[in-house]
């Protein structure tokens, strides 16, 4: 997987544009897919590149987007088919309610708190991209809102399990497409990774299944004078 190392700001914009313009040098029409961060540095990167390419026709074979919104375009069809909906806020917030309602432990005192399962919520966000091991490690802290907190997660996504889905199971279900089915995302073409940052496990996992499907490059920042190798 070639890294092309850079500074953020106008030096990792200039290193994307060159990087498209080599991959379309051939073909203005060759695709390419730019993942990004976030939202903002898609917006960011499009005006960059659109700044940049000279040949107009060039911008139509350019995609930009997260890695979770290409998880979702590889992996929703299949799990909406199989009759799972999207877990949004309210679904997950009343799960960790009847969660709560059936043994809070240590959350007892704040349990029917508003805040407190906005909280929960958003630790078991975070959760989700755990795998058991790592679960295991913090329970085993002895600590008993740890404990608790990982007990409550994990029967919240049992509850789920069946007939919802979130950005964990997006990200495993597109991995596990893509493992299956090398030719799902030949109609990206080249893909660059820009500017990630702290991956998750599954997110990683994700990448790892694209490196064995397609070419895949990245542009990574520097965050320092020099690098360390």
């Not at 290193?15 to 917006?43: E, Q």
């Not at 630790?123 to 990982?150: C, K």
């Amino acid at each position: 997987m070639p890294v092309t190392w850079t500074r953020y700001g106008g030096d990792a914009y200039a290193a994307l544009r060159d990087r498209v313009a080599a991959a379309k040098r051939d073909d203005p029409l060759f695709p390419v897919a730019v993942l990004v961060p976030s939202n903002i540095c898609g917006v960011i990167a499009r005006r960059a590149l659109a700044h940049g390419v000279a040949d107009r026709s060039g911008i139509a074979g350019l995609t930009v987007l997260t890695v979770d919104r290409l998880a979702e375009q590889i992996a929703a069809p299949a799990l909406v088919g199989s009759g799972r909906r999207p877990a949004i806020g309210p679904v997950q917030a009343a799960a960790w309610r009847r969660a709560l309602d059936e043994d809070a432990g240590v959350f007892a005192p704040v349990a029917t708190h508003r805040a407190t399962v906005r909280a929960l919520v958003d630790a078991h966000r975070e959760l989700r991209h755990v795998d058991a091991a790592g679960l295991d490690a913090i329970t085993s802290s002895g600590e008993p809102i740890a404990m608790d907190l990982v007990r409550l997660h994990r029967r919240v996504t049992n509850v789920l399990a069946d007939g919802w889905y979130d950005v964990a199971d997006l990200r495993a279900a597109a991995a596990a497409a893509l493992r299956a089915d090398t030719g799902r995302v030949t109609q990206l073409g080249t893909i660059v990774l820009f500017l990630p940052q702290d991956l998750t496990p599954d997110a990683i996992d994700l990448l790892d299944a694209l490196t064995d499907t397609t070419e895949l490059s990245v542009i990574a920042a520097l965050t320092g004078d020099t690098r360390a190798d």
